[in-house]
């Protein structure tokens, strides 16, 4: 079956305290990416990649740090999580063949205390 | 700035009724893409249109490239019809409106 797996589906912590959410797919997509949903503010993406070693910024990528050492793994990692990093996060990836697709991860709620 | 406005915020609809979801967009695309987001949170991909219209069951989406402007309908809605519509421009980097709350009362 195709999927995308995110974890951990919910995370509380500290202010600072570093982070990771792992995000894997099954389905040998070349581009991933993550992005954060905000009330009233909607998705906005964070960082992309169009494949190994391959990253780049999207529109809100401040304070995020992104690797893409293999396919099928994009982790987003926060060195120094603040409040205003409190959301909710997917990853998601692309599939081209024939019409192209979005596949989402099911959301990592993140409270930063 | 948001390059993707969606209309109306909010909607709440008897079942049965026809649903129109708009979206506008600034930027220059090659297609845009619906998606349908439920209150648990998952989010699913249910079209993506470059020019004209497509279908699947009792949704219809149209797109027009030139006047920057999409629609979802959805025919003969339904309860279970009850999630968040959200369009996104496509291209390496996406733009999502802010999403389409809707409500079909039995």
């Known amino acids: 079956e195709a999927q995308v797996t995110q974890n951990p589906r919910y995370l509380i912590t500290v202010t600072g305290k570093k982070l990771t959410v792992t995000c894997s797919q099954n389905?040998?997509?070349?581009?991933m990416s993550w992005y954060r949903q905000d009330p009233g503010l909607g998705l906005r993406q964070i960082y992309y990649s169009m494949n190994v070693e391959v990253t780049d910024k999207g529109d809100v990528p401040e304070g995020y740090k992104v690797s893409r050492k293999e396919k099928r793994n994009f982790p987003l990692i926060l060195e120094s999580p603040s409040p205003n990093q409190t959301s909710l996060y997917f990853c998601a990836t692309r599939s081209w063949t024939g019409d192209e697709k979005l596949f989402f991860g099911s959301g990592t709620q993140l409270s930063v205390l | 700035k948001n390059e993707v406005e969606q209309s109306p915020q909010n909607l709440t609809a008897q079942e049965g009724e026809f649903i129109t979801i708009n979206c506008s967009y600034s930027?220059?695309?090659?297609?845009l893409h619906w998606l349908q987001q439920h209150p648990g949170g998952g989010i699913v991909s249910l079209f993506m249109?470059?020019?004209g219209k497509k279908k699947h069951g009792r949704l219809i989406a149209t797109i027009n490239i030139q006047e920057k402007h999409s629609s979802l309908h959805i025919t003969a809605s339904h309860p279970r019809d009850s999630a968040v519509y959200i369009c996104a421009t496509t291209g390496n980097q996406f733009y999502f409106g802010t999403g389409t709350s809707l409500t079909v009362i039995p």
């Open positions: 930027v220059g695309i090659s297609a």
């Open positions: 249109l470059s020019s």
């Open positions: 389905m040998n997509h070349e581009y």
